[in-house]
């Protein structure tokens, strides 16, 4: 599905990175891994950094150095979470959370682009979530910055279309892997009755998102672009 192509992946060291870059190379991708925090070598990767990449400067560094051949497809796997009730808002807490959903992934894509380093025809998958059209107690900056996020896949995508470009990103809902992370504790306190039981199907698993990654990065469907995939269990009905 994904042979002979060379794929880009930012994520940070979570079970939905690691399944992404696991299962693309099963698909015969040739995966390069820059990853935010340092974590053990995935052998299944074809090129493994770690890297900062919310610091603007040093990835521009890093991208000069070390990307030297144009990628077929990019995923922007990297972000944060995080509940606050609106009187906690503060400027740095919203400025924090808008850079590493949002911003980074407007720097990569300029930085890619700039140095010719997307094919004509690749795929740009951005890993996104239903909280962005779904609203929920102290999850406003967080959701504001996920809508900001598909928004920016909707506009790359249609100025992006000449070059045969696609851009798309995937709503999640909760993760399994997810489930013991401090900011999904804190909104389940934060909620009298348990968010998680309106996800009919039940949590989703990593490898599901991983799926769903390689067939949007894959050239099984070239007309999909500008949209966001949900992948909720049923969450958002």
Known sequence: MLSSKNILVL????EISLKIVESLPLSGADVTFVCSKEMDNIKSTKE??????????????????????????????GGKGGVRPLKLNSAEFVHSMFHENVFMFFELVRLLL????????????????VSSIKGLKSKSVYSASKAALDAAVRG?????????IRVNSIQKGWVSSDMNLDFIQSNM????????????LGPIEPIEVANLTAFLLSDLVKSITGTAIVIDGGYTL
């Open 48 to 77: 493994q950094y770690h890297i900062d990449f919310y610091d603007f400067t040093l990835f521009n560094t890093f991208v000069n150095k070390h990307l030297k051949h144009p990628f077929d497809g990019i995923v922007y796997a």
């Open 156 to 164: 790359m995508a249609a100025e992006l279309a000449d070059k045969k």
């Open 114 to 129: 700039k140095k010719r380093l997307i094919r004509e025809g690749a795929s740009i998958v951005a890993l996104s979530s």
């Open 189 to 200: 306190a934060l909620n009298r009755e348990n968010d998680l039981d309106k996800q009919l």
């Open 11 to 14: 994520g940070a060291n979570t």
